[in-house]
Nanobody, 127 residues
């Protein structure tokens, strides 16, 4: 699976930004595709993920109600709509994909559970 993130930029606090991720590769229907956020000097943290086949979504508590993840099967693309941005949302956003290893697999939220990582896109939030 290959992932290419785009859409980062500079935005004022309280503003909105939409990130995009071009996704390609076989068996996308057998993956979760999601976003991680890495603040300067910190490890990546989970933001949101979507089960590609069924469109089921899951969010971290810090972005619930502000961010929305979606995927477009026809375009092989994933999006992260970010609203009410805060200075602490600034950093690099990575789009990622995790293979669904079994029907009993729980929603992946940890970096090591994701098998594929794209290059990041930088989001800067001015206060």
């Amino acid at each position: 699976v290959q992932l290419q993130a785009s859409g980062g930029g500079l935005v004022q606090a309280g503003g909105s930004l939409r990130l995009s991720c071009a996704v390609s590769g076989p068996f996308l229907g057998s993956h979760f595709v999601g976003w991680f956020h890495q603040a300067p000097g910190k490890e990546p943290t989970f933001v949101a993920t979507i089960m590609w086949s069924r469109g089921l979504t899951y969010y971290s508590d810090s972005v619930k109600g502000r961010f929305a993840i979606a995927r477009d099967n026809a375009k092989n693309a994933m999006y992260l709509q970010m609203n009410s941005l805060k200075p602490e949302d600034a950093g690099i956003y990575y789009c990622t994909a995790a293979r669904i290893r079994s029907v009993l697999m729980t929603t992946p939220t940890r970096p090591h559970e994701y098998d594929y990582w794209g290059q990041g896109t930088l989001v800067t939030v001015s206060s």
